[in-house]
Each structure stands twice: as structure tokens, then as C-alpha cells.
């Protein structure tokens, strides 16, 4: 499948917001591009000003890719707790990135040291869940945290577990994505 179609969907999918007249054609793109109808998972992310702007994704595939999509682009520009609405102005400038992510792993470890063996930098992206809360950082974030240290504080913190939160072992999953862009 092309990417320029799935970067062309994404970028529809939040048009439509500001823009009534524009429409997907989901029968159109299904017949032109059937993998679109596999289930899938996948992250928007939008960056203004090489800053990040929303993002919003899946982490376990439940619908095709298309609908996942078209939901998760629309969700990284408007619905992002962590940021207003985009506005059409910052739109215009602002960059797609598209992760389209591989089943979860759960990663059996016996201690910290273990886990650090298993992880691998700049290709996993992450999943800690305990006591009914999670979080996730796709595998771009080891690009801005680059050790094991900062990056599972970080992820510890974004799920308002304690800092230290893998001294308490929590499930850990790792993922991989292919990054559209």
C-alpha cells in the first residue's frame, strides 16, 4: 500500500472538521486498496513546529485499518486531552506521521536487569500496565529519551505510576511500527 494514501486519508480525516464538502470514499479506497480492510493498529501523531501537537492511537487492533485511521487522525487534531483543538492555520503547517503498529509482546523478565537485555532502543515501542492503568511511548520517543533510564521514568510518569515504577513489575509489552511520514 502506498503511503501517500495513507498520509491522503489522515490528512481528509481532519479536513473534513473545517471543510464539509470534503468526503472519503472508504468503498472507493477499499476497492482500490484492499490491505486498507486488514485489522490493524495505528498512532497519529501531528508535530507544529517540530513540536509535538496530538496524538492519538491504538494499541490492540479491533478494526480495519482504515476505519483506525481515519479515527485516530481525526482524534490526534481534536481530541488530544493534552492540547486544544488544532485550528485550520496550524493545520496548514503542521506535519503527519503515521505509525502502523505490530501485535503487542508481552516480555517476561525476572528483574530490571533483565528487562533493560530485552529491550531494544529505537525499535520497541512499550506498554507498561499495572493495577488497570497504562501507557504507551511509540519507538520515535527514543529519539528525545535515548536511555533505558529516562525513557521508562518517563513512561512511568505518563501513566501516573511511581517513577520507579518497574521495581514493582509491571506487565511490560514491547511493539514494533512502520513509520509513515
Request: aromatic share 10%; hydrophobic share 35%; net charge negative.
Amino acid at each position: 500500500m502506498e503511503n501517500q494514501i495513507l498520509l491522503e486519508i489522515a490528512k481528509k480525516s481532519i479536513e473534513r472538521k473545517f471543510d464539509s464538502n470534503i468526503k472519503i470514499d472508504k468503498d472507493k479506497l477499499l476497492k482500490d486498496f484492499p490491505e486498507l480492510k486488514e485489522i490493524g493498529a495505528t498512532f497519529v501523531t501531528l508535530k507544529l513546529n517540530n513540536e509535538l501537537r496530538g496524538c492519538i492511537g491504538t494499541l490492540n487492533a479491533k478494526v480495519s485499518i482504515l476505519e483506525d485511521l481515519i479515527s485516530n487522525a481525526y482524534g490526534a487534531a481534536f481530541e488530544d486531552p493534552r492540547f486544544y483543538e488544532l485550528t485550520k492555520e496550524e493545520f496548514e503547517k503542521t506535519d503527519i506521521e503515521i505509525s502502523i503498529l505490530s501485535s503487542p509482546v508481552q516480555i517476561k523478565y525476572t528483574d530490571i536487569k533483565d528487562l533493560k537485555s530485552k529491550i531494544k532502543p529505537n525499535i520497541h515501542g512499550v506498554i507498561l500496565q499495572k493495577d488497570g492503568r497504562r501507557s504507551t511511548f511509540l519507538p520515535q520517543v527514543w529519539e528525545q529519551l535515548p536511555t533505558f533510564e529516562e525513557f521508562f521514568s518517563h513512561l512511568c510518569y505518563k501513566g501516573s505510576f511511581e517513577e520507579d515504577c518497574l521495581e514493582f513489575h509491571p506487565l511490560v509489552f514491547t511493539y514494533e511500527v512502520k513509520k509513515i511520514k
